[in-house]
């Protein structure tokens, strides 16, 4: 029985969505309620016992974009449009976790979907290690886990503002410099085409 | 804290340590009994090589918590990766892991490669393999070496930066870059070996190999260094898993699982004769031991993948400004310190649209605040070193 | 000879003599084993630069420190923490009081020597927990805590590695200790005297592993171990006050090695039957100027043990290093003094 | 504790005898810097020479540079015609390049982009400069380094010959 069947079987009616890449590897979107119990599952069942990453995702195109822009050249078109990953969804945010058997050497990808500045249910009691984890995912994004023991900010100084990796949350770096990559090549005086202008000084 | 209740065998030493830590925390509560002291060891102190702070509440000399607060060199890396090409990320994640930088390129490029559904030819695979392994060998010297300086012993630390300089000079000799080599492109490398590198290569495994046994019977073999290691810090199997340990730290406590072996990857790790170095003890020693078995037998590999390298070209046909398809993919190798992975997300774009750095270190060090309740102040340093983590590979 | 100079004559060259003892040892223990022993184990060279085979490095280094600012923390004890490094030195000095380096060549020749040599060494250890105390480091504190600890508990096994000797010897003036072992014979052969080193080699193991412990030098080295304590009780130090602990750790060393020498290797002298002297009467007056000499090799030799277990081994851990010196240090220097006292009752 | 035949300490304290012994007889492991060098290997990433004439201020290198550090300006010139009697070309000429090493990571993309073999690596490392501005080296003194740039090494047997 494959890894999917099974996991449709013990816990079928929560499975939104899921994808199989032969040889490659296993997303499966669950329902925000069966997030926790996902993962009970998956490692008191089926053997998932270790826990890789937890991590979130923002599908919503960077309204900044590279920062790469030349200002007299006219912006190309932008889609704004969200548009979510391998096994679908239907929110900007997603949270994502990955797990993996020992015994079978295979890992699953897990998702689940997450409104903005909302939450789900903290992994930490299945997985110690989510800890960590969920506390970065929160600073990073906003994101907050019902039943974490201590959600607090991991990297950042404790008065910062803003999810660093929300698309919306500029990087300044790249916005306060003004981009190197812009033509500065001044013409010939006077002149509008090069071939012509060689022309008319000869 | 969770996860003792298993029924994992926990050593004497430990279970006692427990014992006390918690009578120490119910003697603070009581009136006229001493009082904690907190030490804030770091962010500048010499045994966190970086700048990682630990804040452990200590009752004398006993930790009675302790928790490490990252954060001092983080560098944001998943969100500069949203705005760079591919070939800036190479660049860029060089940086995680500095120690081991080569390493940290493969997996990414692996990532990209699965996305857009090519493979680096075989004479690639096997150079990659090559030098992902001298990384690991460069990674790990240093941290022999380092455990000494740990422990109070000054010499190893000398010893390794001596010889981790044969291992880098070939690197460098490689890639042109001592420590971050950026050498790897989707589809293959940059350039192929210079004359004479392979010949290089196999006097620098001996001299590799010599620097193991100096520094087990150095450092491992003395009894001072065995007292002050066996026994302490121990970390069973499932408490292992669910912290997500991996690399070294995990196979120390009996878990037989090695990324190069349990997964097919365009690498060359399967033509060559190797195994994987388990150790069932878990504590500091097993650490430290399993990751000088696990020099060896890296040098081991190089020296039988040297003299197999297949002729032929080093790049696939790519074109010159890479797009990579829109889709997702998972691809994490064996790195010095543990499983390194990237989650990278493409839009079809020349840089990808998100890459979830997953780095060994992070989950490696999210289990201190488990493993040293009530060990001794001593302690915190050697179960630190032995845990090995470089603070780049933490804070990303 | 001295006996013509005015009693300030007198003092005079024996203060200048006392800063000699102390500091020349000193100064060439950093440079021989610190700066070059210790790099050549390390196959590396050391300080170069300056003067030739950088032998002025020292000086370049308490040129340096003299130049610091005299600072201290702002939540310092600071007539102690001003006071401490002085103390430490002190101790040397006093040590180096009852050291004799020839046979009219000594600051002080008395009776209970080796008693009052073991009782001054331990005022170093007050300096070092107000260093501790004072310096409102919590690094600070736990070194000085750690130090104290340890000095006191290795003080023991050192008094009673020494009893051996005096037992032997049958007297506590340490001139007279050197006097016997150059004068006896063991196993009836007089072309070596007898240095204790032979007959109490097990206290002389002991005291060996007490210094180390007492200097804190590694694997003993707790109360500064810079991976842990950063640097212990001398961490808030700079400029010439810890240029002082400095001097004191490294003369500390040279003045113990001197003390060992002269209760287990025969001290200043060269056995008595090679010049036909059969006492300390006999002995002649160039001897005054030779046994310096000898005595500085043989501190030499014993500081190169030292230093050479510094350089190889890592260090105890606090509580390690307690278990080690009450339950098996203590308990061989005791088996070793009964076995001494039943052996010279017997003979 | 087991009990080896020689014990682990002792093994110890002759390896570090071993060493001193060995270095005082075959001499050390390191150099002694600034009077004696040792020269990097021929591929290393030292400094970035420019081969000014090369340049047709085409701002690949400077779009690829993941730090922006580099920047270019220019402007137009008539060069001389190709074949005679031919018109005048119009060419970009060089008013500015400039690399800030205070904030290159070194990572040689810019040299790897370049159409035009104007950039180069030289193993040269001896820049450093006190002043953190001194850093940013105009067109001269990159130029300069061009003086330095080795030969391309002779690659590894089964490596395929003739392809850049």
């Excluded at chain 3, 000095?93 to 080796?114: M, S, Y």
């Excluded at chain 3, 412990?213 to 707790?222: N, V």
Aim: hydrophobic share 45%.
């Amino acid at each position: 029985m494959s890894i999917l069947d099974r996991l449709r079987s013990l816990i079928g009616d929560s499975i939104a969505d899921s994808l199989i890449k032969p040889s490659d590897d296993l997303w499966v979107r669950v329902k925000p309620e069966a997030w926790r119990r996902t993962a009970q599952v998956l490692r008191d069942e089926m053997g998932f016992e270790y826990f890789c990453f937890l991590s979130a995702m923002d599908w919503m195109p960077s309204p900044f974009g590279k920062s790469e822009d030349d200002p007299t050249d006219e912006a190309p078109p932008r889609d704004d449009t969200i548009k979510q990953g391998y096994a679908g969804g239907d929110t900007r945010f997603q949270v994502l976790a990955r797990l993996y058997s020992l015994k079978q050497h295979v890992g699953i990808i897990l998702k689940v979907d997450v409104e903005d500045r909302g939450a789900v249910d903290s992994w930490v009691p299945v997985f110690a290690g989510a800890n960590w984890h969920e506390r970065e995912t929160w600073e990073m994004f906003g994101i907050s886990f019902t039943g974490h023991p201590d959600l607090r900010k991991m990297y950042l100084p404790g008065d910062f503002e803003g999810n660093p990796l929300r698309k919306d949350f500029p990087l300044l770096a790249r916005i306060i410099k003004p981009w190197p990559g812009i033509v500065d090549v001044e013409p010939l005086p006077g002149a509008a085409d090069d071939e012509q202008e060689g022309a008319v000084a000869e | 804290m969770t996860a003792t209740t298993s029924g994992q065998v926990i050593s004497d030493r430990q279970q006692l340590a427990y014992i006390a830590s918690q009578a120490a925390d119910a003697r603070v509560n009581v009136e006229l009994e001493t009082e904690g002291m907190t030490l804030n060891i770091g962010p500048q102190h010499p045994a966190t090589h970086g700048t990682l702070r630990i804040i452990a509440r200590l009752d004398g000399e006993q930790v009675i918590w302790a928790e490490p607060s990252a954060g001092y060199m983080h560098r944001g890396y998943e969100k500069l990766t949203e705005v760079r090409s591919f070939p800036q990320v190479t660049a860029l994640i060089n940086r995680i892991d500095w120690l081991g930088s080569f390493a940290n390129e493969v997996p990414f490029i692996l990532a990209a490669e699965k996305l857009m559904g090519i493979e680096a030819p075989p004479r690639a695979q096997y150079i990659r393999t090559i030098l992902f392994e001298l990384s690991r060998i460069a990674n790990v010297t240093l941290f022999l070496g380092d455990l000494g300086v740990q422990l109070g012993a000054i010499t190893p630390v000398f010893f390794a930066f001596r010889d981790r300089e044969y291992a880098l000079n070939l690197i460098e000799a490689a890639t042109g870059g001592r420590f971050h080599p950026n050498f790897d492109r989707i589809g293959g490398l940059k350039d192929d070996l210079p004359k004479g590198w392979i010949d290089e290569a196999k006097a620098t495994m001996k001299k590799m190999k010599q620097f193991c046994d100096t520094i087990e019977d150095l450092l491992f073999g003395n009894e001072i260094f065995q007292i002050r290691t066996r026994g302490i810090g121990v970390i069973p199997k499932d408490v292992a898993m669910s912290y997500g340990l991996s690399g070294a730290n995990a196979r120390a406590s009996g878990i037989d699982w090695d990324l190069r072996r349990d997964q097919t990857l365009p690498m060359a790790w399967d033509k060559a004769d190797w195994k994987v170095i388990t150790h069932p003890a878990g504590d500091s020693f097993a650490r430290c031991w399993v990751r000088l078995q696990e020099t060896r037998e890296a040098c081991s590999i190089v020296e039988q993948l040297v003299d197999n390298i297949p002729a032929g070209p080093i790049m696939a046909k790519v074109p010159r400004i890479v797009k990579v398809p829109e889709g997702e993919a998972w691809v994490s190798t064996e790195n010095p310190l543990g499983e390194m992975g990237y989650y990278v997300v493409s839009k079809g774009d020349t840089g990808p649209f998100r890459v979830k750095i997953r780095s060994a270190s992070f989950n490696n060090i999210s289990i201190t605040p488990w493993l040293l309740k009530g060990v001794f102040v001593p302690d915190i340093i050697t179960i630190l070193a032995s845990l090995y983590f470089i603070l780049g590979d933490i804070d990303r | 000879m001295l006996a013509t100079l005015p009693y300030w004559g007198v003092s005079l060259i024996r203060i200048l003599g006392g800063i000699v003892a102390v500091l020349l040892p000193a100064g060439s223990i950093v440079y021989i084993f610190l700066f070059k022993m210790m790099s050549f184990m390390q196959s590396r060279l050391g300080p170069m630069e300056a003067g030739p085979y950088g032998s002025m490095q020292l000086f370049a280094e308490v040129g340096k420190w003299l130049q610091k600012e005299d600072l201290a923390p702002d939540g310092a004890d600071k007539r102690l923490f001003k006071m401490a490094p002085l103390i430490v030195l002190a101790s040397t000095f006093l040590l180096v009081a009852v050291v004799p380096f020839g046979p009219d060549a000594w600051f002080t020749n008395f009776e209970a020597g080796v008693f009052y040599a073991l009782a001054v060494s331990s005022v170093s250890v007050l300096g070092i927990l107000m260093a501790g105390w004072s310096s409102a480091n919590k690094y600070s504190l736990m070194g000085g805590l750690r130090a104290a600890g340890q000095l006191i508990a290795y003080e023991l096994p050192m008094v009673l590695a020494v009893i051996g000797v005096v037992i032997q010897a049958g007297t506590m003036n340490l001139q007279q200790i050197v006097v016997k072992q150059n004068n006896d014979k063991i196993f009836g052969l007089h072309f070596l005297g007898n240095p204790y080193i032979l007959t109490q080699f097990v206290g002389f193991i002991v005291f060996m592993i007490a210094v180390q412990a007492e200097l804190t030098q590694t694997p003993f080295d707790m109360p500064i171990a810079e991976s842990e304590l950063v640097s212990g009780y001398m961490t808030e130090y700079s400029g010439f006050r810890f240029l002082i602990f400095f001097i004191g750790e490294f003369a500390t060393a040279g003045v113990f090695a001197l003390i060992a020498s002269a209760l287990f290797l025969g001290g200043w002298g060269v056995p008595f039957s090679w010049f036909g002297w059969h006492n300390i009467g006999d002995v002649a007056n160039w001897m005054n100027v030779v046994g310096p000499l000898i005595m500085f090799v043989k501190m030499m030799i014993v500081v190169f043990l030292i230093m050479w277990v510094r350089f190889s081994f890592p260090r105890f851990r606090e509580d390690q290093l307690q278990r080690f010196a009450w339950k098996v240090l203590i308990p061989i220097a005791l088996a070793n003094i009964m076995l001494t006292a039943i052996l010279k009752v017997a003979f | 504790m087991a009990k080896p035949k020689v014990p682990g300490m002792f093994k110890g304290l002759g390896i570090t005898f071993n060493t001193l012994v060995d270095t005082l007889k075959n001499g050390a492991a390191t150099v002694q810097y600034p009077h004696e060098k040792e020269s990097p290997p021929v591929r290393a990433r030292g400094v970035i020479a420019l081969r000014e004439d090369n340049c047709t201020s085409c701002m690949l290198c400077a779009r690829s540079c993941p730090d922006w550090c580099i920047y270019i300006e220019g402007h137009k010139e008539l060069a001389p015609p190709r074949r005679a009697g031919g018109k005048p070309r119009g060419v970009n000429k060089l008013d500015r390049f400039d690399i800030d090493y205070a904030l290159c990571m070194y990572c040689g993309i810019c040299v790897e982009v370049c159409p035009f073999d104007a950039l180069f690596w030289s193993p040269e490392y001896e820049y450093s400069e006190p002043k953190i501005a001194d850093l940013l080296h105009d067109k001269t003194k990159l130029g300069e380094w061009m003086e330095t740039v080795p030969e391309a090494p002779e690659l590894e047997s089964g490596a395929l010959k003739g392809k850049k």
